[in-house]
Nanobody, 129 residues
Framework: QVQLVESGGGLVQAGGSLRLSCSAS???????????MGWFRQAPGKERGFVAA????????YYADSVKGRFTMSRDNAKNTVYLQMNSLKPEDTALYYC???????????????????WGQGTQVTVSS
């Protein structure tokens, strides 16, 4: 099993920055690098949507069009942690942000919630105008 804990959310003015972290624990200490990791977000009254992901195979970050050029996802396999650096934040970025992990060596898509087996509890990001 994998436990994911997000942190780093908060209230920021438009144009500001936040850095989210997601730490993994459980029976994953030696295998974190084998999980594709993703960030999703859900705003009130909206469906959960894809934000970013780094696959286990190529370690290349992929982004939703809405955040390209503003958000940067990275992972530190030695620390079992992924990060989401969010710059130039907009009010429409306000949402509950979730970290997610696939099962090991997952070879499927990375941008759908159904691809992921493990989820954190979420961290709130609020951007004021």
């Amino acid at each position: 099993q994998v436990q994911l804990v997000e942190s780093g959310g908060g209230l920021v003015q438009a144009g500001g920055s936040l850095r989210l972290s997601c730490s993994a624990s459980g029976r994953t200490f030696s295998t974190f690098r084998t999980y594709t990791m993703g960030w999703f977000r859900q705003a009130p009254g909206k469906e959960r949507g894809f934000v970013a992901a780094i696959t286990w195979s190529d370690a290349y970050p992929y982004y939703a069009d809405s955040v390209k050029g503003r958000f940067t996802m990275s992972r530190d396999n030695a620390k079992n942690t992924v990060y989401l650096q969010m710059n130039s934040l907009k009010p429409e970025d306000t949402a509950l942000y979730y970290c997610a992990a696939t099962k090991p060596y997952y070879g499927g898509p990375y941008s759908y919630g159904l691809d992921y087996n493990y989820w954190g509890q979420g961290t709130q990001v609020t951007v004021s105008s």
